[in-house]
C-alpha cells in the first residue's frame, strides 16, 4: 500500500498537468539557437526615426551568424498617424491621417526602405494606427491630455497616448473597453493591409497587434488578406478592463499552434529593452534560457530605446548583446520572424527537429518552467523518473 503511493500521486500530477504537458510536447522543437530582434512602433511619426534608423541599420551590417547572416530586426510598422493640423483646421469634427508615404515622413520611408534592402530590417504590421481613431476622437472630448495630444504636435508619439488608447482592436474610449463590430473590423484590416502592400511592395505576411489585444474577428479578418502569422506574448487580451489593464481569457499560446483562418502563432516573451535598464546580460540569459528549451528567442524592444536621450546606450548594449551572443553561440542563426513561422509551419528538417531523444530532453527543460510543477514534481518524488527519462534522452 505504502508502495502505490507515491504512484497515485505521480497519477494524480500527471493527470493535472495533463493539458499542458500534451501541448509542450507538440511545440516545435529547434535544432539551433535562434535570435531575432523584434521591434515595434516604428513608422509613422516623429522624423527623428531615420536617423535611429540609419543607426540600427549600421549597427545590424556589423554583425552575422556563421552562415555570414547579418541579424534581423523585425519593425512592427505603424502606418499613419493623426494629421492633426487637418484635424485641427476641421474644428476637431473629423479624424484625418498622414500616411508613412505621405511626403512628409519621405526621410522615415527612405531609412526603413534602405534596411529592408539590405536584409536587416523586416516590416511587420503593426496596425493603420496604434490605437482606434474613433476611440480617440470621443476620449478628446473628455480627456484633456487626449484632445492636447490631437491639437499638440504635428507629428505626434503615440507612447504619448494613455495606455489604454494604444490598442487597437478595442474601443477604450470608455473602460472596461467596449468591443468593435466585425464590420468595423473587416474594414479597417482590409484598409491597413492594402496600405502596406501599397507602402511595402508585399503583403504583410507578420502581424504584431498592438498592446496585443485582439480577437478572433481581427484574426479571421488579417488572413483573409494574407497574415498567415500573429505575435503572442503567450496568451490573448481582447479588451482593456476597469482599470484600463490588458484583459482577456488567460488561455496560454505556444509556439506553432493556430487561431482563426489558420493563422500561426509565434511567441514573444522575451524583453530587451535598454531605456528601462536592461542589459546585453539580460539579452544573453534570455538566449540561454530559450536555447535551453530548443525555442527561437525573440527579443522584444521598442521604438522608444532609439530615439531620444537613451539612444546612443541603447545601440551600445544592442551591439554588444549581439556581439557576445555570436561569441558564446557557434551554430547560432539569425532569422526573421517570418521565417521562424515557415520553418515551423513546414517543420523544416534544417531547423526543426523530429529526433524523440532531442524532443524528450526539450520537453524535459519546457516542463520546468510550469508553474509550480516541478515544486510538486519534488514533493511526490515524480523528479526521480523525470530524472531517469532526463539521462535516456541524453
Ligand atoms: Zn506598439
Redesign the pocket.
Known sequence: MLLLLPLLAWALLLALYAGRLITLWHEPVWRCPVLVIES??WGAGVLSQAVALDALRTLLNRHCDHTGRPPVMTL?IVLAIADTEAIRAAAGREYLRIALDDVRLTSVLAALRAGIDEGVFAPQL?GME?YWPPAVMAAAQTDKRVAAWLAGDALPRTEDLPSPL?SRWTAAAVLPSLPLSIPEINEAAAAETAAFQRIFGMTAQVAVP??FVWNDAVEHAWSAHGVRCIITPGTRYEYRDAQGRPAGDGRSILNGERGQGNVLYVVRDQYFEPALGHRAEQGLAALARQTGCARPTLLET?RFNFIGESANAAIQELDSLLGKACAAYPTLRFLSTKEIAEAMAHKDAELIETGLHQHLSAWLARIHNLPRFTKLARLTGLVLPLWLLGKFAA
Do not use: P, S
Open positions: 515595434d512602433d512592427g503593426h496604434h494604444q498592438t498592446t521598442h
